[in-house]
């Protein structure tokens, strides 16, 4: 089996494609065959290197890793179609040598006009064959006049192309309603459909997984391979990734790219194992599972008619998922840029990396995404207690409890660190048997005093974590104030203007 991935490096690698590349990884790994990845950059004036070099790393983040093609080689190369000019050059004068080609002088405004004409008759666009019958010597001097050309297959007439999709079942198209495509354009870059099948049939491609918006382009190239005497390889077309009102996957709503993805603090399994489910189940009541696992259960058959409708929602359960079954070291790693655009972790060393693999788990335990943990960890990194106090309610409430806020200051000046859950609980129970306060009316003051917010993480954690990050002594990371700073500062602001 050699199933291929061809991005056209146009742009950012939209999920839906990502989607298509995964399924084509999928069914190479599970049967033990061939992933290729090759790039279709004839589009030179969108195409970019930057583009393309994004796309293979894209991939490489999924975990798509490709047994052939680009950055890895093989024997059907080159894998970039701009180095395969001459290939599709050569496989387009055999056709013509046989008759089943032609040149078309046609211009663009004499191919508009008989489009328009064709719509208002009702009929589907297609090409007239105006320059079917031209001769071959009028042809060649008119080539070397210098006159402009395209090559164009010629199209069987009035006959039924039928083939069997893997998904979708029996597809019938009649050849009256098909255009004689063009193969060439008159630069010599050949069009997808020429080009697509020559590289499939020359890599010896055994099954072509892709969009549904591939399904009409399948009959001309059907009826190339049957022009050049090739097999043609099962074609299997899978339904478009929607939106949540089921149009088009679009900017409209939201993240579309793996990059956006990526930059968002969205794990890379979490996507993958997402994407995965977009058309396919692994099994009833089974969505979480690694990629080779997904690998193993992959069935081809067993995809799905229906659009896959993107669920942001859902990613992000999957994601929340991955989270927290993340190693911590991985966590610190992924949130470091996230950190040090808040200028909160510029160089951290090894101790502030150990430090950080204690408390990024700690926030992203409870978000959807990586980019939301500095938020989550603003109490540490960036506390203000005259920036909770410019809350009016907040000001009012620590006014009314001050007593729990002098017992909280009292109890912390002088006394060691409070560096673990028990040693935070025994502080509070101090706290309470000095004031008589206990539940929200003792613990809420504490909060606010000692990380300047009316919530975030369990204070047995959040207090911990402030203690031990006020014991580094870093020029890495911004410093952390101890929580008996913070119940001085606190109380200071309180009393301040």
């Known amino acids: 089996m050699r199933v291929r991935f061809a991005p ?53 983040w999924l975990g798509l890793n490709w047994n052939e093609g680009v950055d890895t080689g093989g024997e059907y190369g080159p894998y970039f179609q701009s180095e395969r000019l001459h290939i599709y050059r050569a496989h387009a004068v055999e056709l013509m040598s046989r008759g089943l080609a032609y040149r078309c002088f046609c211009s663009e405004e004499q191919l508009e006009m008989e489009r328009y004409h064709t719509l208002r008759a009702g009929q589907p666009p297609k090409y007239g064959g105006r320059c079917r019958d031209i001769p071959k010597d009028e042809a060649r001097r008119r080539i070397e006049n210098g006159e402009p050309a395209v090559i164009r297959f010629r199209i069987p007439p009035d006959r039924d192309v039928v083939f069997t999709d893997v998904v979708r079942g029996e597809v019938r198209f009649n050849t009256e309603v098909i255009g004689d495509p063009v193969l060439l354009r008159s630069d010599g870059v050949p069009a997808y459909n020429f080009a697509v099948v020559v590289d499939d049939a020359l890599m010896a491609i055994t099954h072509v997984i892709r969009g549904e918006d591939h399904v009409s382009n399948t009959p001309r190239q059907l009826l190339l391979y049957e022009a050049f005497g090739w097999t043609p390889p099962l074609f299997a077309h899978v339904s478009m990734v929607l939106g949540p009102d089921h149009s ?64 942001v929602e859902k990613l992000a359960w999957v994601n929340r998922h991955y989270l927290k079954a993340a190693d911590p070291a991985r966590l610190a790693g992924l949130c470091l840029p996230f950190l040090q655009r808040e200028g909160w972790a510029l160089q951290p060393g090894e101790a502030d990396r150990m430090y950080l693999e204690s408390v990024v788990p700690l926030a992203a335990a409870s ?39 002098d017992a909280l200051a ?21 706290v309470r048997e000095k004031t008589g306060q206990k539940g929200k009316a003792l613990f809420h003051p504490i909060r606010l005093a000692l990380t300047g917010e009316a919530e975030g993480l369990e204070l047995d954690l959040a207090v911990p974590a402030i203690e031990r990050g006020a014991m580094l002594a870093s020029s890495g990371m911004v410093r952390v104030p101890s929580a008996a700073e913070r119940a001085g500062l606190f109380l200071a602001a309180v009393d301040g203007p």
């Open 8 to 60: 056209s490096p146009t742009g950012q690698l939209h999920v839906g494609n990502a989607r298509t590349a995964l399924f084509n990884w999928l069914l190479a790994r599970g049967a033990g065959g061939t992933f290729i990845l090759r790039i279709e950059d004839t589009d030179f004036a969108r195409s970019t290197k930057e583009a393309a070099q994004s796309a293979l790393e894209d991939m490489r």
């Open 248 to 311: 088009k996957l679009s900017k409209r709503h939201g993240a579309t790219s793996v990059s956006e993805f990526r930059e968002r603090g969205y794990l890379p399994e979490a996507l993958a194992n997402y994407l995965a489910l977009l058309g396919w189940s692994p099994g009833e009541g089974e969505e979480l599972l690694p990629l080779e696992e997904l690998a193993r259960r992959f069935r081809l058959e067993d995809v799905g008619r229906s659009a896959g409708v993107f669920d």
């Open 367 to 405: 978000v959807d995404r990586l980019d939301q943990v500095p938020a989550r960890l603003r109490f540490l990194f960036d506390y203000s207690a005259s920036r909770a106090l410019e809350d009016a309610v907040i000001r009012a409430e620590a006014i009314a409890v001050r007593p729990v806020l």
């Open 410 to 430: 009292s109890e912390l000046e002088g006394r060691p660190p409070l560096i673990d859950r028990e040693a935070f609980r025994a502080m509070a129970a101090r």
